[in-house]
């Protein structure tokens, strides 16, 4: 069966760093275009980054460049977010998510809470 497994969230300090993960099982990850999203309390779901497979084409959310990296390991079937700077408005549920044929086949992770607070 399709899992999709974030980890690497937690509380960190503004103008810190964390690094999610997302380990991904049951289907062929390397077809699979993969993102993250996030969703702040109130507010719709946004998409973070996204990124390719398998030439890595990423593309990023404007209040989040420059800070996030996102990046895959096709061999870990694994993709990362890579954040720095944090700030507080960065305070989300953070979502892993497999997009293959136009959406044909969309899978979801179950999230990863990141809360950036003093």
């Known amino acids: 069966q399709v899992q999709l497994v974030e980890s690497g969230g937690g509380l960190v300090q503004p103008g810190g760093s964390l690094r999610l993960s997302c380990a991904a099982s049951g289907f062929t990850f390397s077809r699979y275009t993969m993102s993250w999203y996030r969703q702040a309390p109130g507010k719709e779901r946004e998409l973070v980054a996204s990124?390719?497979?398998?030439?890595?084409?990423?593309n990023y959310a404007d209040s989040v460049k420059g800070r996030f990296t996102i990046s895959r390991d096709n061999a870990k079937n694994t993709v990362y977010l890579q954040m720095n700077s944090l700030k507080p408005e960065d305070t989300a549920v953070y979502y892993c998510k497999a997009a293959w044929l136009h959406g044909q086949y969309d899978y979801w992770g179950q999230g990863t809470q990141v809360t950036v607070s003093s």
């Open positions: 990124i390719t497979s398998p030439g890595g084409s990423t």
